[in-house]
């Protein structure tokens, strides 16, 4: 597998713990989001930085009172159809104010690149055959109709913007 970055920042390795494993001293661990919530805060104190895994059907409240002790999400899209994770990376950036890296595992394809960017997520695990597919697909296009999860002017606001200008002169 390949990680594509979508936005630069540093991307972080880490180990998914399976329901039964308890994590090293410090180490850097993915947990489902069920088992965070019935974890204490020992948790937090004995690993390194913690992110949860998520399905994209999760509610993005339930990771209110988790958002101060996460340092990053993985959403696991179930496949390339299911747009979910995008409204969910949305409602982390927007509505919760996450800041760490959000992270899509799963069957993704390049042609939603440009849209995980544009929706809040920082890397993307794909297949090392989609790598270089991924990348370019990031290149292809950087003027929007829409706008994104930043509020970033679209091409559309742009040019009404400018008719008022005229109007008013």
Same mark, same amino acid.
Request: cysteine-free; charged content about 25%; overall charge negative.
């Given at each position: 597998?390949?990680?594509? $970055?979508?936005? @630069?920042?540093?991307? @972080? ?17 993915? #947990?489902?989001?069920?088992?965070? !919530? ?14 949860? =895994?998520?399905?994209?059907?999760? $509610? ?7 958002? $101060?002790? +996460?340092?990053?999400? #993985? ?14 990376? #949305?409602? +982390?950036?927007?509505? +919760? ?26 890397? =993307?695990?794909? *297949? ?11 290149? !292809? ?11 970033? #002017? *679209? ?7 400018? $008719?008022?200008?005229?109007?008013? *002169?």
């Amino acid at each position: 597998m390949a990680l594509v $970055n979508l936005t @630069g920042i540093q991307a @972080g390795d880490f180990t998914v713990l399976a329901e039964d494993q308890t994590p090293a001293e410090g180490a850097t661990v993915a #947990v489902p989001l069920s088992r965070l !919530r019935d974890e204490g805060d020992d948790f937090f104190k004995v690993a390194g930085p913690v992110g949860a =895994v998520l399905a994209t059907d999760t $509610n993005y409240t339930d990771l209110a009172p988790l958002m $101060n002790k +996460l340092a990053f999400v #993985v959403i696991d899209f179930p496949a390339f159809g299911d747009g979910r994770g995008f409204s969910l990376a #949305v409602r +982390l950036r927007k509505d +919760l104010g996450f800041k760490g890296e959000i992270r899509a595992t799963g069957p993704v394809i390049p042609d939603q690149a440009l849209f995980l960017l544009r929706a809040g997520f920082d890397t =993307v695990e794909v *297949s090392d055959a989609r790598e270089a597919a991924f990348k370019a697909a990031l290149k !292809r296009f950087d003027t929007f109709y829409q706008t994104d999860y930043t509020g970033q #002017v *679209s091409l559309a606001h742009a040019r009404h913007g400018k $008719n008022q200008e005229r109007k008013a *002169s």
